[in-house]
């Protein structure tokens, strides 16, 4: 994992002054980061579609308190001029997201505001070193509505093909008409959340974790990887439709849409990480063989 020589030696005896004119920011961030998080934890991070919210935020700060000697030491460097205008731009889309109700403004303003401030008290030096959990955080703003309504259709019919093609194949009456799938004597409805996007958005976080973590230098090896998340997620979701589907021919629909619900929700997770991993690892014994640096 690259770092910063800059700030990886351990604190100057006389660095944790400097710690003190970080009081101004902590204050106003506090300001501005409380209200959206209560918010959040309120609204749409106890929803299936933004439930990974608080994950994308413990590890971005996970990796702040890792770098956490950054702001203990004293600044080498500060471009004030670029953060206070990265910054504004940052807070005019608080301001609008937080009047209007917009999501996608309110939170993802997290990252110019963030950015902008560690520009103006760690110039790029300190940027470059939370650029990562920065950018992370990406993955905690919702989707837009528009993208979401062009999007889950689609899915959900390319689902609900594929499920009834292999319960065909494997011998089990069922027929489908549209997004309701018709097995034994119930009828399924393919909703929105089983149409996959939501596990598309939080694979691709993970995958992201996931290459970061890894930190190979073969720039095809990762972009391969990435390349996999999609399939791989959605491919989780049809084990996941095909697992309650089953589960509701065998047990009845109540069972079906109780508590084996949720838990495919786990088992779908769990499918796609495994999976991920298959896949780096088949592309590990093909780099080898090929002589590529992984």
Same mark, same amino acid.
Request: proline letters at 5%; a positive charge; charged letters at 10%.
């Given at each position: 994992m690259?770092?910063?020589?800059?700030?990886?030696?351990?604190?100057?005896?006389?660095?944790?002054?400097?710690l003190? %004119?970080?009081m101004?920011?902590?204050?106003?961030?506090?300001?501005?980061?409380?209200?959206?998080?209560?918010?959040?934890a309120?609204?749409?991070? %106890?929803?299936?579609?933004?439930?990974?919210?608080?994950?994308?935020?413990?590890?971005?700060?996970y $990796?702040f308190?890792?770098r956490?000697?950054?702001?203990? !030491?004293?600044?080498?460097?500060?471009?004030?001029?670029?953060?206070?205008?990265?910054?504004?731009?940052?807070?005019? +889309? $608080?301001?609008?997201?937080k009047? !209007?109700?917009?999501?996608?403004?309110?939170?993802?303003?997290?990252?110019p505001?963030?950015?902008g401030?560690?520009?103006?008290?760690?110039g790029? %030096?300190?940027?470059?070193s939370?650029?990562?959990?920065?950018?992370? =955080?990406?993955?905690?703003?919702?989707?837009p509505?528009?993208?979401?309504?062009?999007?889950t259709?689609?899915l959900?019919?390319?689902?609900?093909?594929v499920v009834?093609?292999?319960l065909?194949?494997?011998? +089990?009456?069922i027929?489908r008409?549209?997004v309701?799938?018709?097995?034994?004597y119930? !009828?399924?409805?393919?909703a929105?959340?089983?149409s996959?996007l939501?596990?598309?958005?939080s694979?691709?976080?993970?995958?992201?974790?996931?290459?970061?973590?890894?930190?190979?230098?073969?720039?095809?090896?990762?972009?391969?990887?990435?390349?996999g998340?999609?399939?791989?997620?959605?491919?989780?979701?049809?084990?996941?439709?095909i697992?309650? %589907? =089953?589960?509701t021919?065998?047990?009845?629909?109540?069972?079906?849409?109780?508590?084996?619900?949720?838990?495919?929700?786990?088992?779908?997770?769990?499918?796609?990480?495994?999976?991920?991993?298959?896949?780096?690892?088949?592309?590990?014994?093909?780099f080898? !063989?090929?002589?590529?640096?992984a």
């Amino acid at each position: 994992m690259s770092s910063d020589s800059t700030y990886m030696s351990s604190p100057p005896a006389n660095g944790y002054p400097a710690l003190l %004119t970080w009081m101004p920011v902590i204050a106003g961030l506090a300001v501005i980061l409380l209200p959206i998080f209560y918010g959040l934890a309120r609204g749409l991070w %106890t929803t299936e579609e933004q439930g990974h919210g608080p994950l994308i935020l413990a590890v971005s700060l996970y $990796y702040f308190w890792q770098r956490r000697d950054v702001f203990i !030491q004293p600044a080498k460097s500060t471009s004030p001029v670029l953060g206070g205008v990265i910054l504004a731009i940052g807070l005019l +889309f $608080y301001a609008l997201g937080k009047s !209007q109700t917009i999501y996608i403004f309110e939170i993802g303003s997290l990252l110019p505001i963030l950015a902008g401030m560690l520009l103006v008290m760690r110039g790029v %030096t300190g940027l470059r070193s939370f650029w990562f959990p920065i950018l992370f =955080l990406v993955f905690m703003i919702p989707l837009p509505g528009p993208l979401i309504d062009t999007l889950t259709g689609p899915l959900k019919q390319y689902v609900s093909i594929v499920v009834e093609n292999i319960l065909y194949h494997l011998g +089990f009456p069922i027929a489908r008409n549209g997004v309701v799938l018709s097995i034994g004597y119930y !009828q399924l409805l393919v909703a929105d959340a089983c149409s996959g996007l939501n596990s598309m958005f939080s694979l691709s976080a993970l995958g992201v974790l996931y290459v970061y973590l890894m930190q190979y230098r073969n720039w095809l090896r990762n972009g391969l990887i990435f390349a996999g998340i999609l399939p791989i997620a959605f491919a989780a979701n049809v084990i996941r439709v095909i697992v309650i %589907t =089953l589960v509701t021919y065998f047990r009845g629909d109540e069972a079906g849409q109780g508590f084996i619900h949720g838990f495919a929700g786990i088992v779908l997770f769990i499918v796609a990480l495994l999976s991920l991993m298959l896949w780096d690892w088949v592309l590990g014994l093909l780099f080898k !063989q090929g002589g590529h640096t992984a």
